[in-house]
């Protein structure tokens, strides 16, 4: 099943719905997902992130980047490679190719407690791009790194995305963000949770923290924040 062609899709929760980070949940992919991936997959695919098919064209991306310590920067990047049987070397090589473009290259044989919270994230999601999936599912990736980090990893993540071809559908509480990122907004109301507003992002790209200055970004924005304080029954 394609879902969306090529596109960011970005979730915004309500600031009432708080991560239940206690509530993961074991599934195929790498690592237990949150309540909150569970309900996105309910909601746009359908069947119960218990139940994710082997086959289903997604991965998921977390907050916490889940680099294994006693592996080197590029054995943890290869991780999902090795799981799906693919030679060590093979994907070695293959992840090389990618080290300098997430910004990772010379410390290939560096161990995770060197990197900076932003190189973290970027092997977290070179692990996950190595893997070619047509939707990645980011689960506020950004929200434990210090505000500059994060707006150096949202402009990297947006002129990245150009390369990728992938659909990525983000979820975060942060309403800059998700008009910086994305070309659709989802606003996600408290649990149990449903979709109450969609909005279209039709700001030009590329973009920068710049924009967040410009008219049209503050019209937006007013109607995001208009959703997220109003409450009403949702639509979907």
Do not use: C
Request: proline content about 6%.
């Amino acid at each position: 099943m394609k879902y969306f062609s090529f596109s960011v899709k970005v979730i915004v929760m309500n600031w009432n719905q708080q991560p239940n980070t206690n509530n993961q949940i074991p599934t195929g992919h790498l690592h237990p997902i949150t309540q909150t991936i569970r309900e996105i997959y309910s909601i746009f695919y359908n069947f119960d992130a218990l139940n994710i098919p082997a086959d289903h064209p997604s991965r998921d991306m977390q907050q916490k980047d889940l680099l294994l310590p006693w592996r080197t920067v590029l054995d943890n990047v290869i991780l999902g490679l090795e799981l799906k049987g693919v030679i060590k070397s093979e994907a070695r090589q293959k992840a090389i190719e990618h080290i300098e473009t997430f910004g990772l290259k010379g410390f290939e044989n560096q161990y995770p407690f060197v990197l900076s919270g932003g190189m973290r994230q970027r092997a977290q999601f070179l692990r996950s791009v190595l893997l070619y999936q047509e939707v990645m599912l980011l689960d506020e990736p950004f929200g434990a790194l210090d505000a500059l980090t994060r707006h150096q990893m949202q402009e990297w993540l947006s002129n990245l995305w150009r390369t990728l071809g992938n659909t990525i559908i983000l979820v975060t509480h942060d309403t800059d963000e998700a008009l910086l990122l994305s070309d659709k907004i989802y606003v996600m109301s408290a649990r149990p949770a449903k979709i109450v507003m969609s909005l279209d992002v039709d700001l030009p790209r590329p973009r920068t923290h710049a924009t967040v200055t410009e008219p049209e970004f503050a019209k937006l924005k007013a109607k995001l924040l208009a959703q997220l304080h109003e409450k009403q029954p949702a639509t979907i």
